[in-house]
Protein backbone atom coordinates (compact mmCIF):
# COMPACT_ATOMS: atom_id res chain seq x y z
CA UNK A 1 0.00 0.00 0.00
CA UNK A 2 1.50 3.52 -0.86
CA UNK A 3 1.19 5.89 1.55
CA UNK A 4 -1.32 8.09 0.37
CA UNK A 5 -3.89 4.80 -0.47
CA UNK A 6 -5.91 5.25 2.96
CA UNK A 7 -7.07 8.92 1.81
CA UNK A 8 -10.60 9.88 0.85
CA UNK A 9 -10.82 10.78 -2.61
CA UNK A 10 -13.18 13.40 -4.55
CA UNK A 11 -14.06 10.13 -5.95
CA UNK A 12 -14.96 8.57 -2.95
CA UNK A 13 -17.36 10.95 -2.03
CA UNK A 14 -18.82 10.97 -5.67
CA UNK A 15 -19.17 7.25 -5.75
CA UNK A 16 -20.79 7.03 -1.85
CA UNK A 17 -21.82 10.12 -0.87
CA UNK A 18 -21.15 9.60 2.69
CA UNK A 19 -17.67 9.54 3.88
CA UNK A 20 -18.92 6.65 6.34
CA UNK A 21 -19.44 3.75 3.46
CA UNK A 22 -15.68 5.04 2.04
CA UNK A 23 -14.09 1.77 4.19
CA UNK A 24 -10.79 1.84 4.22
CA UNK A 25 -10.20 5.30 2.71
CA UNK A 26 -8.45 6.03 5.99
CA UNK A 27 -6.81 3.32 8.43
CA UNK A 28 -6.47 0.66 6.12
CA UNK A 29 -4.08 -2.79 7.49
CA UNK A 30 -0.47 -1.92 7.41
CA UNK A 31 0.75 -4.07 4.69
CA UNK A 32 1.25 -7.97 5.11
CA UNK A 33 -0.56 -7.29 8.91
CA UNK A 34 -3.83 -9.22 9.11
CA UNK A 35 -7.05 -7.53 10.35
CA UNK A 36 -7.78 -7.95 14.07
CA UNK A 37 -10.71 -9.60 15.34
CA UNK A 38 -11.85 -6.34 17.29
CA UNK A 39 -15.34 -5.82 18.07
CA UNK A 40 -17.67 -3.09 16.97
CA UNK A 41 -16.51 0.27 18.88
CA UNK A 42 -19.31 2.71 20.13
CA UNK A 43 -18.19 5.84 18.72
CA UNK A 44 -20.12 9.02 19.98
CA UNK A 45 -20.30 12.09 17.55
CA UNK A 46 -21.80 15.06 19.74
CA UNK A 47 -22.00 18.87 18.26
CA UNK A 48 -24.30 21.93 19.38
CA UNK A 49 -22.75 25.37 17.23
CA UNK A 50 -24.56 26.79 20.16
CA UNK A 51 -21.71 25.66 22.08
CA UNK A 52 -20.15 29.09 21.17
CA UNK A 53 -21.81 32.56 21.91
CA UNK A 54 -22.07 35.46 19.17
CA UNK A 55 -18.06 36.17 20.24
CA UNK A 56 -16.91 32.99 19.77
CA UNK A 57 -16.39 32.03 23.34
CA UNK A 58 -17.21 28.64 24.87
CA UNK A 59 -20.68 28.39 26.34
CA UNK A 60 -19.60 26.19 29.28
CA UNK A 61 -23.12 25.05 29.90
CA UNK A 62 -23.78 23.74 26.43
CA UNK A 63 -20.63 22.26 26.36
CA UNK A 64 -20.95 20.22 29.45
CA UNK A 65 -24.62 19.08 28.34
CA UNK A 66 -22.79 17.67 24.97
CA UNK A 67 -20.14 15.90 27.40
CA UNK A 68 -22.96 14.39 29.27
CA UNK A 69 -25.23 13.41 26.13
CA UNK A 70 -22.00 11.24 24.64
CA UNK A 71 -20.97 9.91 27.48
CA UNK A 72 -24.52 8.26 28.36
CA UNK A 73 -25.00 7.17 24.75
CA UNK A 74 -21.64 5.40 24.67
CA UNK A 75 -22.50 3.68 28.18
CA UNK A 76 -26.08 3.09 27.30
CA UNK A 77 -27.62 5.51 29.61
CA UNK A 78 -30.97 6.71 27.96
CA UNK A 79 -31.81 9.65 29.74
CA UNK A 80 -29.20 12.44 30.45
CA UNK A 81 -30.81 13.12 33.74
CA UNK A 82 -29.34 10.03 34.84
CA UNK A 83 -25.87 10.74 33.48
CA UNK A 84 -24.33 10.07 37.35
CA UNK A 85 -24.91 6.75 35.92
CA UNK A 86 -22.70 6.77 32.88
CA UNK A 87 -20.15 8.42 34.83
CA UNK A 88 -19.59 5.90 37.57
CA UNK A 89 -18.98 3.54 35.09
CA UNK A 90 -15.52 5.62 34.21
CA UNK A 91 -14.81 5.94 38.12
CA UNK A 92 -15.61 5.27 41.18
CA UNK A 93 -15.24 6.26 45.17
CA UNK A 94 -12.15 3.55 45.09
CA UNK A 95 -10.26 5.01 42.29
CA UNK A 96 -7.30 7.36 41.25
CA UNK A 97 -8.08 9.54 38.18
CA UNK A 98 -5.71 10.96 35.91
CA UNK A 99 -7.13 13.36 33.30
CA UNK A 100 -4.45 13.56 30.62
CA UNK A 101 -5.21 16.51 29.07
CA UNK A 102 -3.38 19.07 26.37
CA UNK A 103 -1.54 22.48 26.91
CA UNK A 104 -0.65 23.02 23.31
CA UNK A 105 -0.89 26.86 23.55
CA UNK A 106 -3.02 27.34 20.46
CA UNK A 107 -5.77 24.80 20.66
CA UNK A 108 -5.23 23.35 24.27
CA UNK A 109 -7.62 21.36 25.98
CA UNK A 110 -11.06 23.97 27.05
CA UNK A 111 -10.62 24.62 30.71
CA UNK A 112 -14.06 24.11 30.74
CA UNK A 113 -14.04 20.09 29.40
CA UNK A 114 -11.43 19.86 32.14
CA UNK A 115 -13.31 21.26 35.28
CA UNK A 116 -16.78 19.95 34.05
CA UNK A 117 -15.16 16.11 34.39
CA UNK A 118 -13.61 17.07 37.03
CA UNK A 119 -16.60 17.78 38.76
CA UNK A 120 -18.50 14.91 37.57
CA UNK A 121 -15.75 12.55 38.49
CA UNK A 122 -16.18 13.86 42.46
CA UNK A 123 -19.66 13.64 41.98
CA UNK A 124 -19.25 9.55 41.45
CA UNK A 125 -17.40 9.58 44.55
CA UNK A 126 -13.84 10.33 43.25
CA UNK A 127 -11.25 12.20 46.49
CA UNK A 128 -10.64 16.00 44.60
CA UNK A 129 -7.60 15.03 45.88
CA UNK A 130 -7.35 11.78 43.60
CA UNK A 131 -7.75 13.81 40.54
CA UNK A 132 -5.40 15.26 38.55
CA UNK A 133 -5.37 17.12 35.54
CA UNK A 134 -1.70 17.61 33.70
CA UNK A 135 -0.04 16.83 30.48
CA UNK A 136 3.85 17.38 30.00
CA UNK A 137 4.11 16.79 33.87
CA UNK A 138 2.60 13.12 34.36
CA UNK A 139 5.73 11.75 35.13
CA UNK A 140 6.44 13.33 38.00
CA UNK A 141 2.85 13.71 38.86
CA UNK A 142 2.00 11.98 42.16
CA UNK A 143 -2.05 11.38 40.96
CA UNK A 144 -0.94 9.76 37.85
CA UNK A 145 1.42 7.62 39.24
CA UNK A 146 -1.22 6.17 41.78
CA UNK A 147 -3.91 6.24 38.76
CA UNK A 148 -6.36 3.20 38.57
CA UNK A 149 -8.03 5.47 35.86
CA UNK A 150 -7.29 7.24 33.09
CA UNK A 151 -9.54 10.13 30.95
CA UNK A 152 -7.74 11.08 27.87
CA UNK A 153 -9.07 14.29 26.52
CA UNK A 154 -7.17 16.68 23.51
CA UNK A 155 -7.95 18.87 20.68
CA UNK A 156 -7.69 17.39 16.91
CA UNK A 157 -5.23 19.16 15.28
CA UNK A 158 -2.73 18.54 12.21
CA UNK A 159 0.79 17.54 13.45
CA UNK A 160 4.28 17.48 11.67
CA UNK A 161 5.84 14.65 12.66
CA UNK A 162 2.58 12.07 13.16
CA UNK A 163 0.28 13.78 10.19
CA UNK A 164 -2.76 13.91 12.75
CA UNK A 165 -2.29 14.89 16.70
CA UNK A 166 -5.01 12.89 18.25
CA UNK A 167 -5.96 10.77 21.41
CA UNK A 168 -3.40 8.04 20.14
CA UNK A 169 -0.55 10.31 20.74
CA UNK A 170 -1.92 12.13 23.19
CA UNK A 171 -0.10 9.90 26.01
CA UNK A 172 3.39 10.58 24.56
CA UNK A 173 4.20 12.75 27.39
CA UNK A 174 3.99 9.61 29.54
CA UNK A 175 7.76 8.54 28.14
CA UNK A 176 10.45 10.36 29.00
CA UNK A 177 11.99 11.02 25.52
CA UNK A 178 8.85 11.40 22.79
CA UNK A 179 11.02 12.23 20.47
CA UNK A 180 12.17 8.34 19.93
CA UNK A 181 8.32 7.74 18.78
CA UNK A 182 8.78 10.48 15.64
CA UNK A 183 10.21 7.92 12.95
CA UNK A 184 8.05 6.57 10.31
CA UNK A 185 5.61 9.68 11.04
CA UNK A 186 5.10 8.28 14.80
CA UNK A 187 3.84 5.09 13.36
CA UNK A 188 4.86 2.74 16.69
CA UNK A 189 2.55 5.66 19.03
CA UNK A 190 0.51 2.38 19.88
CA UNK A 191 3.27 1.27 21.83
CA UNK A 192 2.54 4.00 24.33
CA UNK A 193 -0.40 2.09 25.15
CA UNK A 194 1.26 -0.98 26.37
CA UNK A 195 3.16 1.03 28.64
CA UNK A 196 2.42 0.29 33.23
CA UNK A 197 1.17 2.98 34.01
CA UNK A 198 -1.16 3.01 31.12
CA UNK A 199 -1.73 -0.39 30.16
CA UNK A 200 -5.68 -1.15 30.67
CA UNK A 201 -6.76 2.02 32.41
CA UNK A 202 -8.22 4.55 30.13
CA UNK A 203 -12.02 4.21 30.64
CA UNK A 204 -12.88 7.31 28.64
CA UNK A 205 -10.92 9.14 24.82
CA UNK A 206 -12.17 12.71 23.97
CA UNK A 207 -11.27 14.14 20.98
CA UNK A 208 -12.31 17.80 21.05
CA UNK A 209 -13.55 18.98 17.73
CA UNK A 210 -14.66 22.39 18.50
CA UNK A 211 -12.48 24.24 16.41
CA UNK A 212 -10.11 21.31 14.83
CA UNK A 213 -6.90 22.24 12.90
CA UNK A 214 -6.95 20.90 9.68
CA UNK A 215 -3.79 22.05 8.02
CA UNK A 216 -0.61 23.28 8.19
CA UNK A 217 3.31 23.23 7.64
CA UNK A 218 6.60 22.76 9.58
CA UNK A 219 6.81 22.28 12.80
CA UNK A 220 4.47 23.71 15.43
CA UNK A 221 2.38 25.16 12.84
CA UNK A 222 -0.64 27.25 13.56
CA UNK A 223 -3.45 29.62 11.44
CA UNK A 224 -7.05 30.30 12.67
CA UNK A 225 -7.55 30.24 8.64
CA UNK A 226 -7.41 26.60 8.80
CA UNK A 227 -9.78 26.24 11.71
CA UNK A 228 -13.43 26.10 12.09
CA UNK A 229 -16.45 25.95 14.25
CA UNK A 230 -17.27 22.05 14.16
CA UNK A 231 -18.53 22.38 17.02
CA UNK A 232 -17.85 18.63 18.18
CA UNK A 233 -16.60 15.98 20.48
CA UNK A 234 -15.84 12.78 19.39
CA UNK A 235 -15.99 10.18 22.33
CA UNK A 236 -15.49 6.22 22.62
CA UNK A 237 -13.51 3.58 24.82
CA UNK A 238 -11.20 3.19 22.77
CA UNK A 239 -8.81 5.74 20.77
CA UNK A 240 -8.12 4.17 17.62
CA UNK A 241 -11.95 4.30 16.42
CA UNK A 242 -12.03 8.04 18.09
CA UNK A 243 -9.12 9.09 16.07
CA UNK A 244 -10.43 7.19 13.03
CA UNK A 245 -13.33 8.97 13.19
CA UNK A 246 -11.53 12.51 13.81
CA UNK A 247 -8.99 11.88 10.55
CA UNK A 248 -11.88 11.63 8.23
CA UNK A 249 -13.47 14.33 9.43
CA UNK A 250 -10.55 16.45 8.85
CA UNK A 251 -9.82 14.82 5.52
CA UNK A 252 -13.29 15.70 4.54
CA UNK A 253 -12.65 19.36 5.89
CA UNK A 254 -9.65 19.48 3.68
CA UNK A 255 -11.23 18.14 0.29
CA UNK A 256 -14.00 20.62 1.17
CA UNK A 257 -11.76 23.79 1.68
CA UNK A 258 -9.37 23.46 -1.04
CA UNK A 259 -11.39 21.93 -3.58
CA UNK A 260 -8.81 19.24 -4.67
CA UNK A 261 -7.52 16.31 -2.82
CA UNK A 262 -5.03 17.34 -0.38
CA UNK A 263 -4.09 14.43 1.76
CA UNK A 264 -2.68 15.03 5.80
CA UNK A 265 1.08 14.92 5.76
CA UNK A 266 2.59 12.54 6.93
CA UNK A 267 -0.29 10.50 6.22
CA UNK A 268 -1.61 9.29 10.00
CA UNK A 269 -0.08 5.73 9.94
CA UNK A 270 -0.11 5.49 13.40
CA UNK A 271 -3.83 5.01 13.52
CA UNK A 272 -3.90 1.97 11.26
CA UNK A 273 -0.68 0.50 12.93
CA UNK A 274 -2.58 1.04 16.31
CA UNK A 275 -5.34 -1.25 14.99
CA UNK A 276 -3.32 -3.91 12.93
CA UNK A 277 0.36 -4.09 15.40
CA UNK A 278 -0.99 -3.49 18.55
CA UNK A 279 -5.27 -4.02 18.76
CA UNK A 280 -6.31 -1.24 20.63
CA UNK A 281 -8.92 -0.65 18.72
CA UNK A 282 -10.57 -0.48 14.72
CA UNK A 283 -9.65 1.53 12.35
CA UNK A 284 -12.19 1.14 9.60
CA UNK A 285 -15.68 2.43 10.27
CA UNK A 286 -17.06 -1.35 9.32
CA UNK A 287 -16.28 -1.76 12.48
CA UNK A 288 -17.10 1.43 14.14
CA UNK A 289 -20.53 1.95 15.51
CA UNK A 290 -21.01 5.91 14.97
CA UNK A 291 -23.80 7.41 16.98
CA UNK A 292 -24.56 10.59 15.94
CA UNK A 293 -25.92 13.80 18.59
CA UNK A 294 -27.18 16.85 17.89
CA UNK A 295 -26.27 18.98 14.30
CA UNK A 296 -25.89 17.16 11.60
CA UNK A 297 -25.36 19.22 9.06
CA UNK A 298 -21.54 20.04 7.92
CA UNK A 299 -20.77 17.10 10.42
CA UNK A 300 -18.58 15.60 7.04
CA UNK A 301 -18.84 12.20 7.97
Not at 173 to 195: I, K, R, T
Not at 207 to 231: E, R
Not at 267 to 292: C, N, Q, W, Y
Given at each position: M ?29 P ?180 P???G ?54 I ?25 A????
Amino acid sequence: MTPSSWTITRRDLIRTGTLAAAVGALGMPLPGAPATATARSRVVLARDPAVFDAAGRIVAERLESMLDQAVCSLFGVRNIQDAPAAWRQVAGPKDVVGIKSNVWQFLPTPKELESAIRRRLEATGVAPEDIAVDDRGVLKNNVFRRATVLVNIRTARTHHWSGLGTCLKNYIMFVPDPWSYHPNACENLGALWQLPQVKGKTRLNILVMLTPLFHGIGPHHFSATYTWPYAGLVVGRDPVSVDSVGARIIQARRLEYFKEERPISPPPLHIAAADTKFGLGPSTMDRIELVRLGATAGSLI
